[in-house]
């Protein structure tokens, strides 16, 4: 008999066990659930034989219906003792080709390996959209994936995906269940049974999981394995702070690539012949792509696209602030630099959204505070808490004191949603505070601040 049909024995035997208990009884689903601490729903699995309780579960069951407690743990136990056929997982993503830089980054993540046979391991990775998170993520995971030989699991949590909702934990834990063991035919719905089976066939396996995309930290925490020698790498758009405090993660915030790292890039992607035919071209195509790695990407795409394409061509296209983020688009809409920064705008609190796109009429990427109040016509402390959140999605840093930065392709996408969103009144409400809040500052100045 496989092991599979000596647990489905055991778990369904168990399961006639306590459905006899609960009928000599008297006690009904609600009562069984006031004195057990667990949910109707959950009760009825246990009694239909559609889920396994946890033992503290049987123990609680047997006690309220004046059971054979040893009885029961000792059924328990040789369910246990025969689980569903393990598979190794294996899947992670490909890795990105003419991976470039990041030389520090991949040193502190490389420190966590050592550590991961003691405890959980865990890296949150974030930064702005475009700015090759999941690329050094996977990257990564594939420099050390013999590191961890019970496998790899990996799921795309979808937090700023432009179409799909972000995928609910316990749609990730149940992919994560069937990839461990396919003989699962029953699997819990609530998040709660789902992370506990989930931790529980992993036990003392050493796994790499790979979390890409997360909104949020009560996303990820489900997801987290309980037992030591794993390690969890998280990437995210925003700062999972809580991840931080409370789970002992690592926090790498991944900024745009320096200027020699940028060429390097364009060098690997677009090959190193048709960069080397314009070298007076480098420096002005890497900066007008903001360093950003999708965007690099997306330009070498075009030039071997297009062979009779130069990079002159591109940066006039890109120098216009009004056609950049037109050139820096693909047959794939999924990957343009527009749609990308889309899912971190679409993302955002009605007022922080508000707030992004008046930043847009600012005429430089830089700006301070009270310039921030003056175009949101807000109070500064509702305007600085807006700022803070735009700050902890990646859609601004801060630059000192009360001073802030767009990246210049996310200045010129504000700007298109201003123009697209705010009414003709709007805009014009926002630049005449800006223009006065600058003549208060500086009489004589008719500039920005």
Sequence with gaps: MSPAAVYGLHARRLAAELRFLKAT????????????????????RYFNGKLLPPRQAVEAISKACNGDTAHLVALWELA????????????????????????????????????????????????????????????????VADRFPDGQLHVDLRGFDAEQMPMPPAEALARFLRALAPDLRHLPTEVGELAALF????????????????????QVRALLPGNAGCLVLVTSRHRLGGLVARDGAHHIALSTLT??????????????????????????????????PLALRIVAEHLIVHPSLTMTDLIGDLASEHRRLDTLATGDDSTAVRTVFSGSYRALPASAARAFRLL?????????????????????????????????????EHQGPDRYRLHDLLHAYAAERAAAEETA??????????????????PCSSGGV
């Design 360 to 396: 847009g009429l600012h005429d430089s990427p830089d700006i301070n505070a009270s310039a921030a109040v003056a175009l949101t016509g807000d109070t500064p402390v509702r305007t600085r808490e807006v700022l803070e959140a735009l700050a902890t999605a990646h859609l601004i």
């Design 80 to 143: 246990v003792a025969n689980p569903p056929a393990w598979q190794r997982p294996a899947q992670l993503p490909h890795d990105v080709a003419g991976f470039t830089g990041r030389s520090s980054e991949l040193d502190r993540l490389t420190a966590l390996v050592p550590n991961a046979g003691n405890a959980i391991a865990i890296a949150v990775i974030d930064g702005i959209a475009g700015v090759g998170k999941s690329a050094l993520a996977v990257h990564f995971a594939h420099r």
């Design 199 to 218: 931790r529980s066939l992993i036990g003392d396996r050493r796994m790499l999981i790979l979390l890409d995309n997360a909104a949020t930290t009560d």
């Design 25 to 44: 009884s008297g006690l009904g689903l609600v009562q069984l659930a006031a004195h057990t601490h667990c949910s109707k729903s959950s009760l009825e």
């Design 425 to 442: 009144q709007s805009l014009a409400d926002a630049r005449r505070r800006l223009l006065c809040a600058c003549r208060e500052f500086d």
């Design 259 to 292: 200027a020699a790292e940028s060429a390097d890039l364009l060098a690997a992607a677009a090959g190193v012949e048709r960069i080397a035919a314009e070298p007076q071209a480098i420096a002005g195509m890497t900066r007008l792509c903001g360093y950003l």
